[in-house]
């Protein structure tokens, strides 16, 4: 059976996010006046909570989806993968 990988794309959120967030530092030692401070406040903020969020979610998920796995294992599929 196939395993379901829910953390390496949760990994590569997590860099993108990064990524953006260190972007914006850059852009914010040129680009700091009453807009900048908007986006960051409707765009910028939000995101970070969603993917914090939606991290915890894919996080939990996994634990499932890897209980899920073995349960439905084979008993001599489940002593071969302990």
């Known amino acids: 059976m196939k395993r379901v990988d829910f953390i390496s794309p949760g990994a590569r959120l ?3 996010l990064k ?3 260190n972007s914006w530092r850059a852009t914010q030692e040129f680009w700091n006046d009453p ?3 908007k986006v960051e406040d409707e765009f910028l903020v939000p ?3 969603a993917v914090r969020c939606l991290m915890d979610a894919i996080g939990k998920t996994a634990l499932v989806m890897r209980k899920a796995e073995q349960d ?5 599929e489940r002593a071969q993968s302990l």
Do not use: K, M, V, Y
Not at 72 to 76: I, K, S, V
């Open 14 to 16: 997590e860099d993108a």
């Open 19 to 21: 990524q953006l967030e």
């Open 35 to 37: 807009i900048s401070q």
């Open 47 to 49: 995101l970070h909570g």
């Open 72 to 76: 439905c294992l084979h008993p001599r």
